[in-house]
């Protein structure tokens, strides 16, 4: 069976919940007591006198006992009928609403009391505690949830979305994005979460990304080189609906639906929303920057400091667009994430941070990662734990490492090693979705998240496949505004022309359009001869860039951190070892 919490494997028996989710519940009733006091001064009482060992209890405490033992004993019925019906409906494992703090139960009329007093402390508190805000129009402050899971109000996580929405889940299915065999297509599957009855629903020539479920249907991006789409299709292939072609800028890639409704941004970059029909659109803020993520209570954002400033920093706001408070001070997050109360989020420096939400002094640094620069899409957040890829320093291997999301483990745990590196991570309950690849294969896998079981999803000879890339002609000038002169720390130069090639480049050197990788960096691909390629990349002007250097063995080492344009040149393997001196170039 699975914690209802977290959606760890746990034993049989009567706990509802794992070990760790029972102390973060306790550590919680602990830290509401005092507002339940306040609020509850009779419950409190009644407490005290239970706590107290009379020999003989008055006869309001009689009556108070007698009406509790009624309720104990109807608790009881229910229990026992329950285990009856369970024993007829024991196939369909509906996930139980509620949990239980196991604990051994105190012989006697007083332990029962405990109990219940105990439960009605509980319940009133979370109601308490869902009324709670900061005054003054401040962001509402909900209950104390461990976690953010997707589920009727939400359609995927920040963390899934931000890594490019390739996987969802709704009760036993997984739904997965994947191209054909012939990578000519791309298409959504389901598996069931035991890995079995791996199936095709739909398939097309564009590209599809931020999957989204919502009831009876799937909302997805479908990308061509000429606009972004918005669609949904039923969970069985069926009924392909197109709900705008209109005002999505072709730069989104992440769709949010919340609340029966699907966030996106336009090609102003403001944040609307539509209805699931696709209707009644609605401007949400003006934000001229998208966002950077969005629950069922909060949108995430960047802002310019001022008209004039080219600085950013991260804001939260509700799902109106209105109470919009600075997220963390003086601070701009990258790779943001929320779970309960807290936005998780890496910065500058490579490091995973946290803050609590409507204090946004409250800044806590957990971990620091190796090869920021590289995965920084990569965090993921969900439960207890945060979800990355990063460098084994030892061998230069990638890995899919967890650490404890409250900053208690003092070192990750690796849990797989990959052939490569995969552009993605998407947390679905206690399995985790990647791509991996060789020289010959690229996979798409599903892994548990303790490592226990891997499920191959799709498998693809590469080595087969045709190059059906499309090459710029060296006469374009799709880099006309990186063109200029640049030099290393060295202080050899190298001129980048308006076609994407280098002064002494050959001219019938092969060389793709640059693409977006997102905040103004571009990437592209540049085939010398069968035997040598290489990526180019540009750094625009505001992108912080951290460099692990490929010759130092610890992988300690920064080359440097950039406030100016930056051009690297690096070969195919390079993203998987760092970067060599000679490889940077900064704009003259």
Not at 54 to 61: D, L, M, S, V, Y
Not at 75 to 96: A, F, G, I, L, Y
Not at 369 to 387: C, D, E, K, Q, R
Request: aromatic residues 10%; charged residues 30%; contains cysteine.
């Amino acid at each position: 069976m699975n914690c209802t919490k977290c959606g760890k494997e746990i034993p049989e028996g009567e706990n509802k919940v794992c070990e760790d989710c029972q102390k973060i519940i306790q550590e919680e009733i602990v830290s509401e007591e005092k507002i339940v006091e306040e609020a509850l001064p009779e419950e409190k009482a009644i407490e005290e006198t239970v706590s107290t060992e009379a020999n003989e209890p008055t006869e309001e405490a009689k009556e108070t006992e007698t009406a509790e033992e009624k309720v104990a004993d109807e608790k009881e019925t229910e229990e026992n009928e329950k285990e009856t019906t369970d024993e007829v409906t024991v196939k369909e494992e509906k996930p139980e609403k509620k949990f239980e703090v196991s604990k051994e139960k105190e012989d006697g009329k007083k332990g029962i009391k405990v109990e219940i007093i105990l439960l009605i402390i509980i319940a009133v508190a979370l109601v308490v505690l869902c009324c709670v805000k900061f005054s003054n129009g401040s962001l509402e402050i909900g209950t104390s949830r461990v976690e953010t899971r997707i589920g009727d109000n939400v359609g995927n996580t920040i963390g899934n979305i931000r890594n490019y929405g390739y996987g969802t889940i709704q009760k036993n299915w997984i739904y997965y994005i994947a191209p054909n065999e012939e990578i000519t297509g791309y298409g959504i599957f389901k598996v069931k979460t035991d890995g079995t009855d791996n199936q095709e629903l739909f398939m097309q020539e564009d590209g599809i990304v931020s999957l989204n479920i919502n009831g009876d249907y799937l909302y997805f991006i479908s990308m061509s080189s000429e606009t972004n789409k918005i669609y949904k299709i039923k969970t069985d292939g069926t009924e392909l609906t197109l709900l705008n072609d209109t005002d999505v800028d072709m730069y989104c890639y992440e769709i949010y639906v919340v609340n029966n409704n699907i966030y996106y941004f336009g090609a102003d970059y403001d944040i609307y929303k539509m209805d699931l029909k696709g209707e009644n659109k609605t401007l949400v803020s003006d934000t001229k920057t998208g966002y950077l993520g969005i629950t069922d209570k909060y949108i995430i954002y960047n802002q310019y400091i001022d008209e004039e400033s080219s600085e950013i920093e991260t804001y939260i706001m509700d799902l109106k667009g209105e109470n919009k408070k600075p997220l963390v001070e003086g601070e701009r997050t990258y790779s943001t994430d929320i779970q309960g109360n807290y936005v998780y989020y890496t910065n500058e420096g490579g490091q995973i941070c946290r803050v609590k939400i409507g204090n946004a002094s409250s800044k806590e640094v957990l971990h620091e990662i190796t090869a920021y620069n590289v995965f920084l899409n990569s965090m993921n957040v969900l439960g207890n734990y945060i979800y990355y890829m990063d460098i084994e320093n030892e061998t230069g291997t990638v890995c899919i490492y967890k650490i404890k999301a409250d900053g208690t483990d003092k070192e990750p745990t690796m849990i797989t090693e990959l052939k490569s590196y995969s552009i993605f991570l998407n947390i679905l309950d206690d399995w985790i979705l990647y791509m991996d690849g060789d020289d010959q294969y690229g996979y798409i896998n599903l892994i548990k998240a303790d490592g226990s079981k891997e499920v191959e999803l799709f498998k693809v000879d590469i080595s087969e496949i045709p190059d059906n890339t499309e090459y710029l002609e060296s006469t374009a000038e799709d880099f006309k505004e990186y063109e200029g002169n640049y030099a290393n720390s060295k202080g050899e130069t190298i001129t980048l022309l308006a076609n994407g090639l280098r002064k002494n480049d050959p001219e019938d050197m092969k060389i793709t359009k640059p693409e977006p990788l997102g905040d103004g960096t571009y990437i592209w691909y540049c085939v010398v001869s069968d035997e040598e390629s290489f990526l180019g990349i540009v750094y625009p002007i505001g992108v912080p860039v951290t460099l692990y250097d490929i010759s130092d063995p610890e992988g300690d080492e920064v080359i440097e951190k950039s406030l100016d344009v930056v051009c690297l040149y690096y070969g195919q393997d390079a993203p998987l070892k760092g970067y060599s001196e000679d490889s940077i170039y900064y704009k003259k």
